[in-house]
C-alpha cells in the first residue's frame, strides 16, 4: 500500500540493501550492447545500459531508468563501467546463479485434498466490500473520518500501524495530527465512530506495516511485543482484529529453508506465533486478514526463496508460510493485484496488470492450489472461497495496475460463475463463494467520487 501520490515507489540501489550481481567482461560487453530504453520492459536476466554503467533486470521493471532506480522488488543489479569489470578477489558466499528459465511442470486440474476445515468467521456479507482508510496519514487524497466512511464498506482497515523500528516488534498507531490532517476529528470520536461501525456490522481491522512500516519480527521478544503491543492498539480502540500489510523486506526467507509447510527463518516462524496468540487471546471473532504482493505469494509458483541455486531473491514466496499456517484462521487473503510485474500463472503464461485477466489467473492460483517452485510433490493447498477476495486500486492514482470497472467484474464474473474468462481456462472451477474485492483505499475512492463503491458494492449484491 503506498502513503504518497507516487505511483511506483523506486529506491536508489545502493541504498536498497540489495545484492549487486559481479558481471564477467564478456557479460558487461553484452550489457553495453543493450541499451536501455523507456519503452522497454525487461524480465529476469535481460541487460541494459546507461549512464557509463551495465546493468542486468533481476526480476522486472516498470519502466524504471537502471542507472537512477531499482523496481519495487530491487530488480536492477548495477554490474559495474561499460566495458567490463573486475571480479572480486574472493567470490561471493552464495554465487548468484541463474535459476533455469523452464516453466514448472503443468499442475494438476484438481484442488489438493487437504482444505482448511474450520469455518469462516461471522457476521461478514456473502460478497464484501474492502477498504483502506488513511487513519493516521495524509496524502493527495484528503483525509476522511471514521463517522463519514459510507456504510458500503463491510471491512474497514485503519492504516497504518508502524513499528518503532524495523524490529523491535512494537506496534504503534496514532491518529493523523492536526496540523496533517485539517478535520481530524478527537480519538473519543474516532473510537465512539468505530464503536458505531462495528454495532452496525461492519468489521474495523488495524493493518499493520504498509510501505514504510517494515516489520521484522527476528527475535522472541520482538514476537512478544508484537503480540503485546497489538493488542494493547484492538483494545484501546475496540477493533476486530489485524490486517497483515507486510511489504518490502519484512518477510524474507533464510538460505536453505525451502519447506513452505515447515518454515525455520525467525521471521516467519515468529509472526505465525505471533499471530497465533492474537487469535488465541480474542477467540472465534477475531478477523484476521492479510494484503500481500503478488511477488510474496503467487511468484510462489516458479520461484521459493533463494532457491537451490541461490540467487533468487529471497523474498520470493515468502508469505506462503505464513498463509498456510494460519489457513484456519484466516479470514480473507486478497492480495494486491496492483505494483506487480508479470507474474506466471497456472497456464504457464506470463499475466501481466491492466485487465481482467491478470485479476482471473492470480485469483485462481489460490483458489485451486498450485505446485511450489514446480515441485508437485509440494502443493499450496487451494484456500476456501469464502477466504479468497482480490485488491485492485480505486483510481488511476491509488496504484499501477488500475482496471476500470467493467474489466474487474468480469475477472469476478469469471471467477464466481465460470463465465466471460477471456482466453484464460480456470483451474478452480466455479466459486460461488468468492468473497469479494478490496481496494486501495476508501480516501482515493471518495476523492474520485466514489467510483469504486458506486459500481461493486450493488454488483456483489447482486451475485447471490
Same mark, same amino acid.
Given at each position: 500500500?503506498?502513503?504518497?501520490?507516487?505511483?511506483?515507489?523506486?529506491?536508489?540501489?545502493?541504498?536498497?540493501?540489495?545484492?549487486?550481481?559481479?558481471?564477467?567482461?564478456?557479460?558487461?560487453?553484452?550489457? +553495453?550492447?543493450?541499451?536501455?530504453?523507456?519503452?522497454?520492459?525487461?524480465?529476469?536476466?535481460?541487460?541494459?545500459?546507461?549512464?557509463?554503467?551495465?546493468?542486468?533486470?533481476?526480476?522486472?521493471?516498470?519502466?524504471?531508468?537502471?542507472?537512477?532506480?531499482?523496481?519495487?522488488?530491487?530488480?536492477?543489479?548495477?554490474?559495474?563501467?561499460?566495458?567490463?569489470?573486475?571480479?572480486?578477489?574472493?567470490?561471493?558466499?552464495?554465487?548468484?546463479?541463474?535459476?533455469?528459465?523452464?516453466?514448472?511442470?503443468?499442475?494438476?486440474?484438481?484442488?489438493?485434498?487437504?482444505?482448511?476445515?474450520?469455518?469462516?468467521? #461471522?457476521?461478514?456479507?456473502?460478497?464484501?466490500?474492502?477498504?483502506?482508510? @488513511?487513519?493516521?496519514?495524509?496524502?493527495?487524497?484528503?483525509?476522511?473520518?471514521?463517522?463519514?466512511?459510507?456504510?458500503?464498506?463491510?471491512?474497514?482497515?485503519?492504516?497504518?500501524?508502524?513499528?518503532?523500528?524495523?524490529?523491535?516488534?512494537?506496534?504503534?498507531?496514532?491518529?493523523?495530527?492536526?496540523?496533517? +490532517?485539517?478535520?481530524?476529528?478527537?480519538?473519543?470520536?474516532?473510537?465512539?465512530?468505530?464503536?458505531?461501525?462495528?454495532?452496525?456490522?461492519?468489521?474495523?481491522? *488495524?493493518?499493520?506495516?504498509?510501505?514504510? #512500516? =517494515?516489520?521484522?519480527?527476528?527475535?522472541?521478544?520482538?514476537?512478544?511485543?508484537?503480540?503485546?503491543?497489538?493488542?494493547?492498539?484492538?483494545?484501546?480502540?475496540?477493533?476486530?482484529?489485524?490486517?497483515?500489510?507486510?511489504?518490502?523486506?519484512?518477510?524474507?526467507?533464510?538460505?536453505?529453508?525451502?519447506?513452505?509447510?515447515?518454515?525455520?527463518?525467525?521471521?516467519?516462524?515468529?509472526?505465525?506465533?505471533?499471530?497465533?496468540?492474537?487469535?488465541?487471546?480474542?477467540?472465534?471473532?477475531?478477523?484476521?486478514?492479510?494484503?500481500?504482493?503478488?511477488?510474496?505469494?503467487?511468484?510462489?509458483?516458479?520461484?521459493?526463496?533463494?532457491?537451490?541455486?541461490?540467487?533468487?531473491?529471497?523474498?520470493?514466496?515468502?508469505?506462503?508460510?505464513?498463509?498456510?499456517?494460519?489457513?484456519?484462521?484466516?479470514?480473507?487473503?486478497?492480495? =494486491?493485484?496492483?505494483?506487480?510485474?508479470?507474474?506466471?500463472?497456472?497456464?504457464?503464461?506470463? @499475466?501481466?496488470?491492466?485487465?481482467?485477466?491478470? @485479476?482471473?489467473?492470480?485469483?485462481?492460483?489460490?483458489?485451486?492450489?498450485?505446485?511450489?517452485?514446480?515441485?508437485?510433490?509440494?502443493?499450496?493447498?487451494?484456500?476456501?472461497?469464502?477466504?479468497?477476495?482480490?485488491?485492485?486500486?480505486?483510481?488511476?492514482?491509488?496504484?499501477?495496475?488500475?482496471?476500470?470497472?467493467?474489466?474487474?467484474?468480469?475477472?469476478?464474473?469469471?471467477?464466481?460463475?465460470?463465465?466471460?474468462?477471456?482466453?484464460?481456462?480456470?483451474?478452480?472451477?466455479?466459486?460461488?463463494?468468492?468473497?469479494?474485492?478490496?481496494?486501495?483505499?476508501?480516501?482515493?475512492?471518495?476523492?474520485?467520487?466514489?467510483?469504486?463503491?458506486?459500481? @461493486?458494492?450493488?454488483? *456483489?449484491?447482486?451475485? #447471490?
Amino acid at each position: 500500500m503506498r502513503r504518497s501520490l507516487l505511483l511506483a515507489v523506486t529506491a536508489v540501489l545502493a541504498a536498497s540493501g540489495s545484492a549487486v550481481y559481479i558481471a564477467s567482461s564478456a557479460d558487461a560487453a553484452v550489457a +553495453c550492447a543493450a541499451a536501455w530504453s523507456p519503452s522497454a520492459v525487461y524480465t529476469k536476466d535481460m541487460t541494459a545500459s546507461q549512464a557509463g554503467h551495465n546493468y542486468t533486470a533481476k526480476w522486472w521493471t516498470q519502466n524504471e531508468s537502471p542507472s537512477t532506480h531499482s523496481g519495487q522488488w530491487d530488480v536492477w543489479a548495477d554490474n559495474g563501467a561499460c566495458g567490463g569489470t573486475t571480479p572480486p578477489t574472493s567470490p561471493p558466499t552464495t554465487p548468484p546463479t541463474t535459476p533455469p528459465t523452464t516453466p514448472p511442470t503443468t499442475p494438476p486440474t484438481t484442488p489438493p485434498t487437504t482444505p482448511p476445515t474450520q469455518p469462516p468467521v #461471522g457476521g461478514l456479507p456473502k460478497h464484501a466490500l474492502i477498504g483502506y482508510l @488513511h487513519a493516521s496519514f495524509a496524502n493527495g487524497s484528503g483525509y476522511l473520518r471514521m463517522a463519514d466512511v459510507p456504510a458500503d464498506w463491510d471491512i474497514i482497515n485503519l492504516a497504518f500501524g508502524e513499528p518503532t523500528s524495523a524490529t523491535s516488534g512494537d506496534i504503534r498507531f496514532m491518529l493523523c495530527p492536526a496540523t496533517e +490532517c485539517p478535520g481530524v476529528e478527537s480519538e473519543a470520536d474516532f473510537i465512539n465512530a468505530i464503536k458505531a461501525k462495528r454495532a452496525a456490522g461492519k468489521k474495523v481491522l *488495524l493493518s499493520i506495516g504498509g510501505a514504510n #512500516g =517494515q516489520v521484522q519480527l527476528t527475535t522472541t521478544a520482538a514476537r512478544d511485543k508484537f503480540v503485546s503491543s497489538v493488542s494493547a492498539i484492538i483494545d484501546r480502540y475496540g477493533l476486530d482484529g489485524v490486517d497483515v500489510d507486510f511489504e518490502g523486506h519484512s518477510l524474507s526467507l533464510n538460505t536453505g529453508d525451502t519447506d513452505f509447510k515447515n518454515p525455520t527463518t525467525p521471521v516467519i516462524v515468529n509472526l505465525i506465533a505471533a499471530l497465533r496468540s492474537l487469535k488465541a487471546r480474542y477467540g472465534a471473532g477475531f478477523v484476521l486478514t492479510m494484503a500481500p504482493e503478488t511477488f510474496f505469494v503467487q511468484l510462489g509458483y516458479q520461484y521459493y526463496g533463494s532457491g537451490p541455486w541461490g540467487g533468487q531473491d529471497p523474498r520470493a514466496g515468502s508469505y506462503l508460510p505464513v498463509i498456510y499456517a494460519m489457513r484456519n484462521d484466516l479470514t480473507v487473503l486478497h492480495v =494486491q493485484d496492483y505494483n506487480s510485474g508479470s507474474i506466471m500463472g497456472l497456464d504457464n503464461q506470463y @499475466h501481466s496488470m491492466g485487465g481482467a485477466d491478470f @485479476h482471473i489467473a492470480m485469483t485462481d492460483m489460490l483458489l485451486a492450489g498450485f505446485p511450489v517452485a514446480g515441485n508437485t510433490a509440494n502443493m499450496f493447498p487451494a484456500l476456501r472461497e469464502d477466504q479468497i477476495a482480490f485488491g485492485a486500486p480505486s483510481s488511476v492514482s491509488a496504484g499501477n495496475g488500475y482496471v476500470a470497472p467493467a474489466g474487474v467484474q468480469q475477472a469476478v464474473t469469471c471467477l464466481v460463475k465460470g463465465s466471460n474468462c477471456g482466453g484464460y481456462t480456470v483451474r478452480s472451477g466455479t466459486n460461488p463463494n468468492f468473497r469479494g474485492l478490496m481496494t486501495w483505499s476508501i480516501n482515493w475512492d471518495k476523492f474520485y467520487s466514489w467510483e469504486f463503491k458506486n459500481a @461493486h458494492e450493488p454488483f *456483489l449484491n447482486g451475485l #447471490g
